[in-house]
């Protein structure tokens, strides 16, 4: 291989005003004076600060056993999975992961990748292409909506959960091969979503359901088992579930389950499968040992969605039907100062605005987690509301609930 220098006229100084990037500037001015500019919430080990920002629903990712799973991971295979899962980047871990992960959510076989949006993209570009359709609603997480978008298959974008929609749209296709795609408890506000009718509707028009479980897992169904066990579908044919080991198992990745079959296609298919590093051991070992947590203690679940009843009780607001209790403050800048407010009391709270909602729904998004207590919850509430009040927002005018 040779090395070709530049010549110094293909070099262009910044000094001569040609700078192809100058428009940063004023698209960061935009977003600032929209309230749209958004900067990383840097935590610190602080004790006090009381995080319902978090998706740790179940308080796991702390938990003695968990963090042990993780240092003897690291004691065993080191910080890194060294190189990618087809290589040499899966370790016995990761089998034993998938397996009881497959066993757990009753399904014949899973798969780990290194995130859940990895996880949905693969499956997704795996699943459907040039040449299929997809059906997908608006409710759906960014990485599913990447996944249809870098499919290259048509898309028909269809109302948060409008299985009526879907039928339709299956109805009218010309392709042979369809994939329905949704997530099962909406990430946005925790709503559910029509699972059961959504598989019926994939069945009867010979389409297979992709349902992302990231926010049910731990969090509905029978010990925690998710939405998909709690409609009675765990395993059932042309269904394909997604999940994470970054939200009530308190690690990192993401996870597909299906068929056998299915298993070795995305290995032989899923690009980001195939092309990125494993995911790392102590993120493994962490997710076993908190899956072990919830598989002792089936109670688990219900301590948090009784923790969000009481905190949805508290601000005044319908009781959610998961761990997300969503309140609609309106303008950006509103929804950002009222957070600030909160931090500044010791209470971290989720602040989402577009394009992660619609214009004009901007609002908080409290994440309740089963290892707080009863004071503290009515601690997080009276702060929450102060914080409300603050910025205009009378206890009358909180919107909460589910986003229509």
């Given amino acids: ?105 009753g399904f014949p ?111 509905r169904g029978p010990g925690g088992r998710g939405l998909v066990a709690e409609r009675g579908l765990s395993g059932a044919p042309d269904l394909v579930v997604t999940t994470v080991l970054s939200k009530s198992l308190g690690a990192q990745g993401g996870v597909v389950l299906g068929s056998a079959l299915l298993r070795s296609h995305l290995i032989d298919r899923a690009r980001t499968f195939i092309f990125d590093t494993g995911l790392n051991p102590a993120a493994v070992g962490a997710a076993r040992a908190a899956l072990g947590l919830l598989r002792s203690d089936a109670v688990m679940p219900d301590r948090l969605r009784a923790n969000a009843v009481r905190l949805a009780a508290a601000i005044g607001v319908p009781d959610p039907a998961a761990a997300v209790i969503s309140l609609i403050i309106g303008e950006p800048q509103a929804a950002v100062d009222a957070a600030a407010i909160c931090r500044d009391r010791g209470v971290l709270v989720g602040c989402f605005r577009p394009p992660s909602v619609p214009a004009g729904t901007s609002r908080l998004r409290l994440t309740v987690r089963a290892d707080l207590d009863g004071p503290l919850i009515d601690h997080v509430a009276d702060v929450v509301m102060g914080a409300l009040r603050e910025v205009g927002i009378r206890e009358g005018g909180i919107r909460g609930g589910a986003e229509r």
Avoid at 10 to 16: C, L, Y
Avoid at 25 to 44: I, K, M, S, Y
Avoid at 159 to 185: C, F, I, N, P, Y
Avoid at 195 to 215: I, K, M, P, T
């Fill in 109 to 219: 076989a899973a798969l780990a990748f290194s995130s859940g949006y990895l996880a949905n993209v693969g499956a997704i570009t795996a699943l459907a292409g040039r040449g299929d359709l997809i059906v997908s609603d608006t409710g759906t997480h960014a990485s599913l909506i990447d996944g249809c978008r870098l499919s290259r298959a048509r898309v028909v974008v269809t109302g948060r959960g409008d299985h009526a929609a879907v039928r339709a749209a299956l109805r009218e296709r010309t392709e042979q091969r369809a994939l329905v795609v949704t997530d099962s408890v909406y990430s946005i506000d925790g709503e559910p979503a029509p699972v059961a009718e959504l598989y019926s509707a994939a069945r009867e028009h010979g389409a297979a359901l992709l349902v992302d479980e990231a926010h049910a897992l731990g969090v």
């Fill in 1 to 105: 291989m040779t090395t070709t220098e530049l010549p110094d006229s293909a070099i262009t100084s910044v000094s001569d005003g040609d700078d192809a990037l100058a428009w940063l500037a004023d698209e960061a001015a935009r977003l600032r004076a929209a309230g749209l500019h958004r900067e990383p919430v840097v935590r610190t080990p602080d004790p006090t600060m009381v995080n319902v920002a978090s998706n740790d629903y179940l308080g796991l990712s702390g938990h003695p056993a968990v963090v042990a799973g993780a240092h003897a991971a690291l004691d065993t295979w080191g910080a890194g999975s060294t190189a990618s899962r087809l290589v040499v980047g899966t370790t016995e871990l990761h089998v034993d992961l998938e397996d009881e992960l497959a066993d757990f959510l």
